[in-house]
Structures are given as C-alpha cells and as structure tokens.
Nanobody
C-alpha cells in the first residue's frame, strides 16, 4: 500500500487548506484511514480518521474547524482545514490501519505552516 499526500503549504492564521491522500495497492480490510500530525518537539497525534468505514473521530483541538471526507471510488481521503491557527503548524501524515492497535502504513507527510 502506498499513501501519497498533497495540499500542504503556507497559510495565514484564519485561512484554509485542503489536504488530499490517495491510496494505492491493497485497500481492502481497512479498519481506519485518516490523518495524523507531528509538530516540532511534539509526538505524532491523531487529527481525524474514518473508523470502520463511516464513523469519524477528531482531535478535540480541531473539532468544528477540520472536516475529513473521502471518495471511495478514488481510494482517497481529504482533510478540509478551516480557521487555521499557528498551533496547527505540523507535518500532516495520511495513515491506514488494518487493525485498531497499530498504523500499518504512513504517507510521506506534507508540511502545513500557519503564520500569525
């Protein structure tokens, strides 16, 4: 499985960005797929994911600002990020889990920088 992200960049606080992740390879038997991020000096954290197909989970810090969506025909997931804040600055990774207990595949990451 390969996960390829796109859509990162530099944006001013209050602005928006949309990240995309395209999956290729064996995309059956997926427990969860979505987005994590890693900010400088911090651990990688969950941002938003689809679980068991249709359920979603969001980090508390992004609820109401970020929206995860998907296109099953394209094996793609998206992250619409609105009202961005400087603390959202991070490398954002697309991830796929085949089971609940571990991430099996990571994308290469895309950098999002929010300037104040």
């Amino acid at each position: 499985v390969q996960l390829v992200e796109s859509g990162g960049g530099v944006v001013q606080a209050g602005g928006s960005l949309r990240l995309s992740c395209a999956a290729s390879g064996s995309t059956s038997s997926v427990y969860a797929m979505g987005w994590y991020r890693e900010a400088p000096g911090r651990s990688r954290e969950l941002v938003a994911v689809f679980i068991n197909g249709s359920n979603t989970e969001y980090a508390g810090s992004v609820k109401g600002r970020f929206t995860i969506s998907r296109d099953n025909a394209k094996n793609a997931v998206y992250l619409q990020m609105n009202s961005l804040r400087p603390e959202d600055t991070a490398v954002y990774y697309c991830a796929m889990k085949r089971h609940w207990y571990e991430v099996n595949y990571w994308g290469q990451g895309t950098l999002v920088t929010v300037s104040s």
